[in-house]
């Protein structure tokens, strides 16, 4: 018999790709797992049937999608075109929450954090999608656990 534990999917979610991550089985620590391609920013049929693997895979309950506020905290066409894929994920994954989170500077981290990695501009743009989309999960992971310490 199999035990297994529910863990949190990390999206971030573009015009060409949507950066993956996922929680270890305690929820405790992101990691990042896949950046899913498409060649048309409204083609995601085969990006959701790749998601609905991975939920099934990893036992995935929560999934923590990116929401890229400005800068002074104002919505822009980025955030329309997140929560319209929101509700499309709502459609598609019935059974499974999905939360926004305040994605800010995710992108920038990811850059930075590559950069000093010295990763080639190839690696970079091969892995800046995944990579936010950990910063986003850890913190999300991050906050519940600050909440969680709170409240004992």
């Known amino acids: 018999m199999r035990c297994t534990r529910l863990r949190i999917l990390g999206l971030d979610y573009g015009d060409k790709s949507i950066g993956v991550s996922v929680s270890d089985a305690d929820n405790k620590i992101a990691f990042p797992l896949e950046t899913i391609f498409r060649d048309k920013p409204e083609s995601l049929k085969k990006s959701f049937r790749r998601l609905e693997e991975i939920i099934k895979e990893y036992s995935v309950n929560k999934i923590v999608l990116g929401y890229p506020k400005n800068m002074n905290n104002t919505e822009g066409e980025r955030c329309e075109k997140t929560k319209e894929f929101e509700?499309?994920?709502?459609?598609?994954?019935?059974?499974?929450?999905?939360?926004?989170?305040?994605e800010r500077l995710s992108t920038s981290f990811s850059m930075r954090a590559l950069h000093e990695g010295n990763a080639s501009s190839e690696k970079i743009s091969s892995s800046i999608d995944n990579l936010a989309a950990v910063y986003i999960l850890q913190g999300y992971l991050d906050f519940c656990d600050r909440q969680n310490k709170q409240q004992t």
């Open 87 to 102: 509700r499309r994920l709502h459609n598609n994954f019935k059974k499974t929450e999905v939360v926004l989170w305040d």
